[in-house]
């Protein structure tokens, strides 16, 4: 379990193909309080701690969640948004992350208003129902506030609002249009769609 709360920044040092995709991460966690077999959220995606060193873990990414995720993230210098798991007693800053991507959403328009940015995203149709406004989604491992929704088609458009501070902190400073982000919607959203499609 997460928090949708960036703690520090990884860059993918190296990708090798192994069967599975083998990922070397530099980061700025103090490894020696890194348990082998931990779960670290990388954009989003909760994956499991393999091997590490002083200032880098490896994770093995599965072909299902490379096919479920923003393929750019996956390769040699790419950024990640790191999250360490959440331990009973740390403080819920943003809201219930479970690690697992719903889908690739993309950016369709990104405009500066004020000091923060204003950004639109088109997510796939089947997860509208559980986009709601002022309600939370995790963008990248994010964890971000609904402004506006509207279906479209093929697709659920909606806005957030990244502040300064959001910007600074993840790898979202100079998003542009075009840009693929791994999506979760809210777990209570995630059960709550289910069980209505079930009745249905």
Not at 81 to 110: C, F, K, Q, S
Not at 111 to 134: F, Q, W
């Amino acid at each position: 379990m997460f928090t949708g709360i960036i703690t520090d920044i990884g860059t993918v040092r190296k990708a090798e193909q192994r069967g599975d995709l083998r990922l070397t991460i530099g980061c700025g966690y103090d490894m020696d309080t890194v348990d082998l077999g931990a779960s670290i959220a990388c954009s989003g995606a909760c994956l499991t701690v393999v091997d590490k060193g002083q200032d880098w873990f490896a994770v093995d990414v599965s072909k299902e969640t490379v096919s479920k995720t923003a393929d750019a993230l996956w390769v040699e210098g790419a950024r990640l948004n790191l999250e360490r798991a959440l331990r009973v007693g740390d403080e819920l800053g943003g809201h219930i992350v479970t690690g697992h991507v719903d889908a690739v959403a993309t950016v369709t328009r990104a405009d500066e208003v004020g000091g923060s940015i204003d950004l639109t995203i088109e997510a796939p149709r089947s997860l509208g129902g559980a986009i709601a406004p002022k309600g939370s989604i995790c963008l990248d491992g994010v964890s971000l506030t609904v402004n506006e929704v509207e279906d479209a088609g093929e697709t659920t458009r909606f806005t957030i609002n990244l502040i300064p501070h959001t910007a600074d902190h993840t790898t979202f400073g100079g998003i542009s249009a075009g840009r693929k982000l791994n999506l979760e919607i809210d777990v209570l959203a995630r059960y709550l769609k289910r069980m209505a499609e079930a009745r249905g």
